[in-house]
Each structure stands twice: as C-alpha cells, then as structure tokens.
C-alpha cells in the first residue's frame, strides 16, 4: 500500500510471547472450523445443526433510514426473505461474510492498509478481522487472550473505567501511565519502560484510548503516537488501540492518524539499504455504537490472525457468534448508503458533537470560568479547570472549592471530587462521575467527568448554574 517501504509482518512464531497459557490450550471448535468447508461448491453438508431458516416466522424486514446526503430525507430498505435468511441463520464466529467485506474495505480507505489473505488465513499486512457484540466484548476476549495472572500491562490514566475490573478479573499488574492535554505522555511511559524493577516481567501491553479518550476527552497528537509506536517496537509490547470516539473527531487541525495506521507508515529500520515497516504489533478496536446504534452491540477487531483466532475461539465457546440478524440489519444500510454516505454520516455525527461541546463550554466558560458574576454576586474568579475536547463526549474538568487565598486548603491535586459531586452537587439537583472511578488503581482525584451527548442547552446552563452554588457554597463552608 505504501509505495516507498517495505511492510514485514510479524510472523506467527512472534505471538508464543503474547498468548496466555489459557489460549494457548484453546481449540477450535470442531463444528464451526469445518464451516468454511461446507462453501466449497458442489459439496453437501451434513456437519452443523442448523435449523432450517424457512420454518421460522420472519419472512421480509423493512426499515427506514436517513440520508446523510440529505436533510430531513429518508429512505427505505427492505430485506426481502432470501436476503433475511442468513440474518436467521447461525453464521461465521467472526462475523456474517458480507459484513466482514464491507468492513474490510472501510478500513482500508480509513487507514491505508491493504487487507489480502493469503492461503495461510493472514492478511498480506498481517491484519484481519472479528466482529464482536461491541467493542467491549472484543476488549474482555482479547485480555484473555493475552494476559496471565501476574503480568504486566501498561494502561493510560485516566482510563476507560470499563476496562479496569477487565484487568483486575485476569489478575495483572497494571502499570498507570499518565496523559495530559495532548494524550498519552510518551515520556512518561520512556521513563516507566527504562527503569522497569528488574526482575519484574516486561510488559506484554499498552492499553489506550486515543481520540476522544473517555474519561478525558484528549486526543493523542500525532507526535505522540510515534514516540508510543516506536516505545513499542523497542520494548516489545503490543499496543491496544480501543477507538469507539475515532468518527466523532471534531478538532480545527486533520485528525492525528491512527496506530493501526501508523504501522505501515513508520519505518522501523532498513533492510539492505531500504526502509521497512514491521506490522502486526496493534489490535484496533472500532464500535458502530457512537456512530448507527449501540443497541446494535456491533464492534470490531483489527489485527494479527495469531491473536484474532484465538478471540474467535472464545467467542465460539461463549456466544457461537454475534447475532446474525444485527449484522444483516447494519451491513444493508451500510451497504445502501456506500462509504461516500457513510463518511458524510460519520461527519455528520461530529458536527453534531461539536456543537454540543460548543455549548457546553460556552456555558462553563460562563458559570464555572471566572465570568462576568451574576447581579449581587462577588467575583469569585476561576471556579473549574478545564482543557476543551477535540472529539468524542466528555468534559474532565476539576471544581476549585479552594481559593487561591485559603489557608486551610490542602493541595487540591490531592482532593478527592467524590464528596463534592455524591453529596454537595447531587443534594443541588446534578450529577456526574467522580474522576477516582477512571484511576486504575483507584487513587483520589479532584477531576471530574461530564458527558454532554444527551443533554439540551437549557440542561447544560441549569447544570452550570448548579455546579457553580456548589462550588460557592463549598467554599463558604
Ligand atoms: N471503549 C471505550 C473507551 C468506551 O467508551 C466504550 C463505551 N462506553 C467501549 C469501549 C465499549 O463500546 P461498545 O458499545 O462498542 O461495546
């Protein structure tokens, strides 16, 4: 794909490190591994138990939707009962085939990575991909597939607070590496990696949310995730890039590019004169969740075969596969829309995120930023502290309760948001997430998370107003 540098896949032997003694003992299912057999034309299958798609109820499925291409339009698909069969159907562990082309295709053009698989089931740039019931589960499956009690694995902080009882339940250590306003602190992480304890196991992962980071809202700069991928290479860890809020970027500068990305385009040495890339040291989580439907439950993995398989094999012992039905209803409208729409909607969705975040701030700028004081109120300067999102649905931001001037006031970074938000804030009518549920290890922080996806702008401005009496009235205290 990319013209000037050779791209070298990890070969298969490279995953012994990575693979838990648990998926090591994995196999695959006896049935389902004989399915792609069943294709071949002019065979007749006997194998699997699958019930007969024309004795159940559902003979067609219509639904509209809208255009993305057109304001207030909509159009209407429907299945007819041919098509519905496979929908009704048990089907492929890592997804029903036409969904699996269309997303192939998608991630090609989203990140410049050819996909073409060889006899041997891996891509020609190490890369393929399962569908999961979300991304979540994709997440939960491939931990399992990677982790044994006792090692460990590095993980932004904050950090996605659904991934932590993840790792807590697989017995890891896992190691916080610090993020501010730009992402992932790569010099943190520099420093964790060169004075690792000796005798401590190297890490075998590296966790991270990089556009629109829940709970942070921060995108990781493009600097950054070389620096991350590079870290990577020299240390040899694998990164898990979980990108649910990667549509929903809204930033003024051109979207940072992806790790997954990043692989075929970062060179890591040269070969009798000539630069190469080496891939197949990311594992890309995406959702459809933020961008059709949670309800869906619709996420997929990209990544090396070595680690899909085994992911697959935890999806057939747990659940056979996602539902086919899902899968059918999301890759017809896919498919109906094209990727011409299916960008115009992604981009449609973050100019609506966009302006919520607009509002948002505005109001907090307002309330909470040391504003113009409301009449018979004394200027209490700076009430909140805040860096603007650039993508995704959350603001972080930490209430000052102490001022500047308070004697008594212990050094904020070592407050706790806990008490001021389940009691103070909650007993003045608004709630939102005390930071410590986003901390790895469960350490106090004064921050806050406060998502505005659902809210209407008479919402947010009642909300500011009640997050700015709670301050005022903590501080008189
Ligand atoms: N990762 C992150 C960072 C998330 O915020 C979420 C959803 N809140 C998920 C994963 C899970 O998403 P899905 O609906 O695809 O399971």
Redesign the pocket.
């Known amino acids: 794909m990319n013209g000037n540098l050779k791209i070298k896949a990890l070969p298969a032997e490279f995953y012994d490190r990575f693979l838990s003694d648990r998926a090591k003992k994995l196999q695959p299912s006896p049935i389902r591994g004989l399915y792609p057999l069943e294709k071949k034309p002019g065979v007749i299958s006997l194998l699997a138990g699958k019930p007969e798609p024309s004795t159940f109820p559902f003979t067609s499925l219509t639904f509209t939707a809208k255009d993305p291409l057109k304001e207030n339009s909509e159009s209407t698909i429907t299945i007819s009962q041919d098509q519905l069969s496979p929908g009704l159907q048990y089907s492929d562990t890592a997804g029903i085939p036409d969904l699996l082309k269309w997303i192939t295709t998608l991630q090609e053009i989203a990140h410049g990575r050819k996909h073409g698989m060889h006899a041997s089931g891996e891509g020609e740039e190490g890369w393929r991909l399962s569908i999961g019931?979300?991304?979540?589960?994709l997440?939960s499956k491939s931990a399992t597939t990677l982790i044994n009690p006792g090692d460990s694995v590095l993980v932004e902080s904050p950090v996605?607070a659904?991934?932590i009882p993840i790792f807590k339940h697989m017995d890891c250590k896992q190691i916080e590496v610090p993020t501010d306003a730009h992402g992932i602190r790569a010099s943190s992480l520099k420093e964790i990696l060169e004075n690792w304890p000796e005798g401590e196991k190297k890490p075998k992962l590296l966790y991270t949310?990089p556009y629109g980071?829940?709970p942070t809202g921060m995108t990781a700069s493009l600097e950054r995730r070389k620096e991350v991928l590079k870290l990577a290479r020299q240390y040899n860890f694998i990164i898990l890039e979980?990108d649910?809020?990667y549509y929903l970027y809204y930033g003024k500068s051109a979207r940072p590019t992806s790790y997954f990305a990043l692989e075929v385009t970062e060179p890591c040495g040269e070969e009798a004169g000539e630069p190469y890339c080496e891939v197949g040291r990311v594992l890309r989580?995406d959702?459809?969740?933020k961008i059709l439907s949670?309800g869906l439950?619709i996420?997929f993995a990209t990544g090396p075969e070595a680690i899909l398989r085994k992911v697959d094999m935890l999806t057939a012992n747990a659940n056979l596969q996602v539902s086919s039905l899902t899968q059918l209803i999301a890759f017809r409208l896919l498919d109906s829309w094209g990727y011409d729409k299916f960008f115009a909607h992604t981009k449609n969705v973050s100019a609506f995120y966009a302006q919520k975040r607009d509002i948002f701030e505005r109001e907090l700028k307002k309330w909470l930023g040391g504003g113009v004081p409301e009449e018979g109120e004394s200027d209490e300067g700076r009430l909140a502290d805040w860096v603007s999102p650039e993508a995704g649905m959350f603001f972080w931001f930490k209430l000052l309760v102490d001022t500047p001037n308070n004697s008594s006031s212990q050094d904020s970074d070592e407050q706790d948001s806990r008490t001021l938000i389940e009691t103070h804030a909650y007993a003045n009518g608004v709630l939102a997430l005390p930071g410590t549920v986003f901390l790895p290890n469960g350490s106090k922080t004064p921050y806050v998370r406060a998502s505005f996806s659902l809210l209407t702008e008479d919402q947010v401005v009642e909300a500011m107003k009640r997050l700015r009496k709670t301050v005022l009235e903590v501080r008189s205290e």
């Open positions: 019931s979300g991304s979540q589960d997440i996605y659904g991934i949310v980071c829940n979980d649910p809020y989580f959702s459809l969740s949670a439950r996420g």
